[in-house]
């Protein structure tokens, strides 16, 4: 469980985009694009080879081929990471595994603290299912930008402890997250074969105090037309990938470029623990409008990175809670009876479309619904406080239809409260404003037939929750 926050300023920004796309060379490789998500070791401690065969198998179902193991010092680290290769073999798939070294947890002041990266990156380079870039383990990481290594800076303590060590020189492609300023990213040659993006799944310009700049006049809490369109053009944007991918074509490597993509975020840790209480403005169906922007942008960006598939801490999963699965202590309230997996269907037809460049034929009518379980202005005896940027939500449901043919989608969240819409073949994005004490609910008609009819049981948009909560709750159905 992790985050990290490196805000870019506007006016890089905007000089990074204008000819980015001419300034970025290629990567030279025969791997073809790819869709990981980012899986948390760190809350696998129970996990069997049976669980992993489990999370693989669905991931795979839904067009995800490869999951980045994120580690740490956990002492059942070591075997949990061994269970997921012996899964993936067992399964004789072709899905993908790679370490990514969750630096925050890791020791990397002195020089033998890069002995057991290199170890464990030894052990698994040539396991069947490690992930290879032209005949290289590919390798990740999150964090890592102030690790030395006992050398006199950074980059250098990256080469001479790990990426170009004698142990391991020529064996790895190593595309991390570091939080740095991307016009520093010449400093890093002999270290970057590429870049991950961690930040770039979420508008994490978008705070409360940044508002008024970014949306002049804007009323979040009830959008004009005009506010709306700037702040769905905020939502989803390329604009730090820009940054990114422009400044790799100054490193003098092979320049691979990951974007990162996520549905939600929300935490709630109070000081005494993780101490981390903030939430990401994930409204204006960011998890379709980032995909769709990853699509329009896909001659760009080599692999994408789910954030996340578990982790619970953070909102941001995809993928189930397993019987008895570790959570982070404290989040079980906004966790427990807000299951993700009705994400997954999307997340197959958008990653299908990046990988291929074509939207694959939708077969069957599919309805997405999901909402926070309270409004962003109640007031609950919750002695952690609000979420900090919690100010900047929208209090709706937001629904997404793959529609098969055209139709009509009637959202509503009173019997006395409801709103119908035309549906068009393909992706729909549409929202209502939620009501206090109202439901969730979404009927999809065509030719004056039911074809789906959603209300979810347990959730309600409760004026008066006990504690807060910005989670999503999320429904799904699909047309029989």
């Not at 956990?74 to 269970?83: A, C, H, I, L, S």
């Not at 890069?114 to 032209?134: G, H, K, M, S």
């Not at 993509?261 to 409008?289: A, G, I, Q, R």
Request: hydrophobic share 40%.
């Amino acid at each position: 469980m992790h985050s990290f926050t490196y805000f870019y300023s506007i006016n890089l920004l905007a000089a990074t985009l204008v000819g980015a796309s001419h300034l970025r060379i290629p990567r030279q490789s025969t791997v073809p694009k790819l869709v990981v998500a980012h899986h948390i070791v760190g809350l696998t401690a129970n996990y069997s080879v049976e669980d992993w065969v489990a999370d693989i198998s669905l991931a795979q179902a839904n067009a995800i081929d490869g999951f980045a193991l994120n580690i740490g010092t956990d002492d059942y680290t070591p075997q949990q990471v061994e269970n997921a290769f012996l899964a993936a073999e067992q399964l004789s798939s072709s899905f993908k595994l790679f370490l990514s070294f969750d630096m925050t947890s890791y020791h990397c002041a002195a020089l033998t603290d890069a002995d057991p990266l290199r170890n464990l990156t030894l052990q698994y380079a040539t396991r069947p299912n490690q992930f290879q870039v032209d005949g290289q383990a590919f390798v990740s990481a999150f964090s890592g930008e102030t690790c030395t290594f006992g050398q006199g800076d950074v980059a250098g303590g990256w080469r001479v402890g790990y990426t170009q060590h004698p142990d391991i020189a020529g064996k790895i492609h190593f595309v991390p997250s570091f939080f740095v300023d991307p016009a520093t990213f010449s400093q890093y040659a002999g270290v970057l074969d590429g870049d991950f993006n961690w930040n770039s799944a979420w508008p994490i310009q978008l705070t409360a105090s940044a508002i008024p700049n970014l949306l002049p006049g804007a009323n979040l809490n009830q959008l004009d037309v005009t506010a709306e369109t700037a702040l769905q053009k905020l939502i989803g944007s390329f604009d730090p990938d820009t940054a990114h991918i422009t400044s790799l074509a100054t490193t003098q490597s092979s320049r691979t470029y990951m974007a990162a993509v996520s549905p939600w975020f929300f935490t709630h840790f109070p000081p005494n623990t993780y101490n981390k209480n903030f939430v990401y403005d994930c409204d204006e169906h960011l998890w379709v409008s980032r995909w769709e922007t990853l699509i329009a942008n896909r001659d760009h960006v080599d692999f994408v990175e789910i954030l996340t598939w578990n982790d619970f801490g953070e909102s941001h999963y995809i993928g189930p809670k397993h019987d008895g699965q570790a959570l982070p202590p404290g989040s079980e309230a906004w966790v427990d009876g807000f299951d993700h997996t009705g994400w997954l269907g999307l997340t197959s037809y958008f990653a299908t479309a990046f990988k291929t460049g074509a939207t694959p034929p939708i077969e069957k009518d599919q309805l997405v619904m999901w909402a926070r379980p309270h409004p962003k202005s109640a007031t609950p005896a919750d002695p952690v406080g609000p979420p900090r940027d919690f100010q900047i939500l929208q209090d709706k449901m937001w629904a997404v239809v793959l529609a098969t043919a055209d139709g009509q989608l009637t959202l509503s969240s009173l019997d006395a409260d409801s709103q119908t819409f035309d549906v068009r073949e393909g992706v729909n994005k549409l929202s209502l404003p939620l009501i206090p004490g109202g439901y969730m609910r979404g009927v999809l008609t065509r030719g004056g037939q039911t074809v789906i009819d959603l209300k979810p049981d347990g959730f309600v948009f409760n004026p008066n929750p006990p504690a807060y909560n910005f989670n999503a709750f999320v429904a799904n159905a699909t047309a029989a």
